[in-house]
């Protein structure tokens, strides 16, 4: 069963009819004939209740087929979502869309508190059974904590899958950014959480997983993406025996750096052979990309592949202006600066 916090509200209310209300409601029902039940004040607050109820399914109504009716009644607070939260995944309270619709199956609750959506990631933020949400680590800013670990998937009416990129558990998870109408001009959304873990069960072997309970608790919503700047990229530099060619470098809350690797750092790793220990000392220093702000402040790394013949990274920034890009070993590599505007 779903219901939105508005139609909570609604049936919670205490709703004190006018004194003569009553009167008033008979005098009108004789001007047309007997009626055929008496008004008393119970039934008057009840029709009453009822049509603020029926208010609020026309305001769901409303906010399926007309995405932005939707966004403009969508105000309920966000205090589920704590400022250092944000700042894990790059985001302000006012950036994030407030949803805020629980569902229940199998004995547990899930509310979808919030999304997210820029040209580079789309975020979604749950609250399962009234845990608190995860928090960041320190010094990593890593979101941990959480109790349940959620399966799930999202996609949107016009068709299209997306693929999650990481997660806490279920507090915060992280897709990739909407497509086609979906990013253009808000096509519904439905995520659905198939299956629940809870970690803070100890399985009773290292063979053995998590409990997990299966469900169906499926969420409708609508996101207005944010938009993505493609910043102008730096010529191909070769730095030892390997060059370095950035095919996309983009910005919103975040940065994405996509660069084609070649030359003698891909032929060391692809002589890399299954095995304890990993890969040979300084194998991985070709692939190193570190991002800071104009203060030297290193950003925390969000998602990525490094490796092969591609490095792909992003970045959580500090906010607009100029940032340093690192590109290759600690010593001996290659800086780049780039501005990167207010989205």
């Known amino acids: 069963m779903s219901r939105t916090p508005l139609e909570t509200r609604l049936r919670s209310l205490a709703i004190e009819p006018p004194d003569d209300l009553v009167a008033r409601a008979q005098a009108r029902v004789r001007a047309f004939g007997r009626p055929r039940h008496r008004l008393t004040p119970a039934l008057v ?62 004995g547990h609750s899930i509310q979808l508190v919030g999304a997210y959506a820029d040209g580079l990631q789309t975020t979604i933020y749950l609250q399962v059974d009234g845990q608190p949400l995860a928090a960041p680590a320190t010094p990593t800013g890593k979101v941990v904590g959480d109790r349940y670990l959620a399966a799930m998937e999202l996609t949107d009416d016009a068709g299209h899958r997306y693929q999650a990129r990481g997660s806490s558990g279920s507090s915060v998870t992280e897709f990739e950014p909407l497509r086609g109408p979906a990013a253009r001009s808000g096509v519904r959304l439905t995520l659905r959480v198939t299956s629940l873990r809870d970690l803070s069960v100890a399985p009773r072997s290292k063979q053995d997983a998590p409990p997990r309970v299966d469900g169906n608790w499926a969420f409708h919503f609508t996101l207005k993406q944010r938009p993505a700047v493609d910043l102008p990229l730096p010529t191909p530099l070769t730095i030892r025996d390997t060059t370095y060619t950035f095919t996309s470098i983009r910005a919103a809350d975040t940065m994405a750096v996509k660069i084609k690797v070649s030359g003698g750092a891909v032929t060391r ?47 959580v920034l500090d906010g607009s202006g100029r940032y340093r890009l690192h590109v290759g070993p600690e010593q001996g590599g290659a800086d780049y600066w780039f501005d990167v505007p207010r989205a």
């Open 45 to 106: 607050a009840a029709l009453v209740a009822a049509a603020l109820v029926v208010l609020a399914t026309a305001n769901e109504a409303a906010a399926y087929l007309v995405p932005a009716y939707g966004r403009s009644i969508a105000d309920t607070p966000l205090g589920l979502l704590t400022q250092p939260l944000l700042r894990a995944g790059g985001q302000t309270a006012e950036q994030v869309t407030p949803i805020g619709t629980t569902v229940t199956s199998a």
């Open 269 to 315: 790793w692809s002589q890399i052979r299954p095995g304890p220990g990993g890969p040979p000392p300084g194998t991985m220093e070709p692939y190193r990309v570190e991002l800071y702000n104009a203060a030297g402040v290193a950003q925390r790394i969000g998602f990525g592949s490094f490796g092969g013949d591609q490095i792909d990274a992003s970045w």
